[in-house]
């Protein structure tokens, strides 16, 4: 069994950033791909961005060159640099644990989820 505990949001004005940390439970948080997700009000999860174990990342298009996503398998933390956010980000932003290998980008084929943590972004 893996815990998730996301911290980190916030409210924040346009232009600013924010940074999300993930806290994982167990012994092989290296070897998971993690991932965030985030829910707008309305609209479905959707995904953010990912790591791989081997220290491959993807990005959603929508968040490229703003977001970074960087893990420290020391720490069990995962984590979420946002910066340049914009309104159209505000959602609660989701972690994520996919155990073993395979696609990565649907929130089905997550194994284990935060409680998420909230993020709103002012105009």
């Known amino acids: 069994q893996v815990q998730l505990v996301e911290s980190g949001g916030g409210l924040v004005q346009a232009g600013g950033s924010l940074r999300l940390s993930c806290a994982a439970s167990g012994r092989t948080f290296s070897s998971y791909i993690m991932g965030w997700f985030r829910q707008a009000p309305g609209k479905e999860r959707e995904f953010v961005a990912n790591?791989?174990?081997?220290?491959?990342?993807y990005y959603a298009d929508s968040v490229k060159g703003r977001f970074t996503i960087s893990r420290d398998n020391a720490k069990n933390t995962l984590y979420l640099q946002m910066n340049s956010l914009k309104p159209e980000d505000t959602a609660v932003y989701y972690c994520?644990?996919?155990?073993?290998?395979?696609?990565?980008?649907?929130?089905?084929?997550?194994?284990?989820w935060g409680q998420g943590t909230q993020v709103t972004v002012s105009s």
């Open positions: 994520a644990a996919k155990v073993g290998s395979g696609s990565a980008y649907d929130t089905r084929e997550y194994d284990y």
């Open positions: 790591s791989w174990s081997g220290g491959t990342t």
